[in-house]
């Protein structure tokens, strides 16, 4: 079969450009550290790598939310504890304004001091947290969720809780309404500290005054009893979630990695294995060259004499 010049030129050409391409795209692999420029190098690896990365990115999110969520936790924990120590004091000065010995002076003075933790109370029930939503108002986070009208103290809050999805399924709670906090039960803290302040707040002459001092604190102690063991449960519940937290953390960075495994599968290269290839190629495109050349050169006058 005859060959034209033509055809020689163009065969040769063109394999010496499709070398140079193959060269070029073996360095620019090794320039990125990167398999696949584009998805038409591999589809389905690069799909792989697609559901990957999105999965990646999701437990990235959950890694963020996981964050605010703490950040709130740790917000209602701490202000959860100083609403106990609160209580707990107010029983101690039941237990105090019980002494047969005090007078009615020294019982107004106890009833004084049960005022003002009233007020820390009521600071304590409309805290905010660090973005300055209310804590402690359900869904409605932007209006305080307590007031106190004519003395007596309202809750205009809602029952819900706020959540945020801190993983796959997992849905977490990250804050408490007022009501199951400070009136759970019938157990109104802010009314058990002002009916106590009333109690002590009456002068005691008679044997029936006595009597009504008896059950007056008898009533207190109860109801601070009652409420700070709703007060202590909502705390182990609010440090049990931050401690399920720490878990899913643990759990999304040992993610994290599987990921970053997979996608190194599909996409990085194996230098070795291309620093080999590109050192192919560039033999193989010398080699194509001299022949090119050399094919070229060639004519009819060369042979005669």
Excluded at 25 to 42: H, I, V
Excluded at 97 to 115: H, K, M, T, V
Excluded at 180 to 195: E, H, I, K, N
Aim: glycine fraction near 8%; aromatic fraction near 6%.
């Amino acid at each position: 079969m005859r060959i034209s010049t033509t055809t020689l030129f163009e065969t040769g050409s063109t394999r010496i450009s499709e070398l140079q391409a193959s060269m070029a795209k073996t360095q620019q692999q090794l320039s990125t550290g990167r398999r696949m420029q584009t998805a038409a190098d591999d589809p389905v690896a690069a799909a792989a790598a697609l559901d990957v990365t999105q999965s990646r990115a999701v437990n990235a999110q959950y890694l963020a939310n996981r964050g605010v969520a703490r950040d709130s936790l740790a917000v209602t924990e701490s202000t959860i504890a100083s609403v106990s120590e609160l209580v707990q004091d107010a029983r101690a000065l039941a237990v105090q304004a019980g002494n047969g010995a005090y007078s009615d002076q020294q019982r107004f003075s106890i009833a004084a001091e049960l005022r003002g933790q009233l007020d820390q109370m009521m600071g304590l029930a409309n805290a905010r947290d660090g973005a300055g939503k209310y804590l402690f108002a359900g869904f409605q986070v932007d209006s305080a969720p307590f007031v106190k009208t004519a003395g007596v103290v309202q809750y205009n809050g809602d029952q819900g809780r706020r959540s945020l999805q801190v993983g796959s399924g997992r849905d977490m709670p990250v804050g408490e309404n007022g009501q199951d906090l400070f009136m759970s039960g019938g157990q109104d803290l802010f009314r058990a500290m002002g009916d106590l302040a009333t109690v002590l707040e009456a002068p005691v002459t008679t044997p029936a005054d006595k009597v009504a001092l008896r059950a007056g604190l008898d009533t207190a102690l109860a109801r601070f009893d009652s409420g700070l063991d709703n007060v202590v449960t909502l705390r182990a519940t609010v440090g049990a979630r931050m401690k399920e937290l720490d878990n899913l953390d643990t759990y999304g960075e040992d993610l994290d990695v599987q990921y970053a495994t997979a996608l190194s599968k599909l996409q990085d290269i194996d230098y070795a294995k291309v620093i080999s290839e590109l050192s192919q190629q560039q033999t193989t495109l010398e080699a194509a060259l001299k022949s090119y050349v050399k094919i070229t050169g060639l004519s009819l006058f060369n042979y005669l004499s």
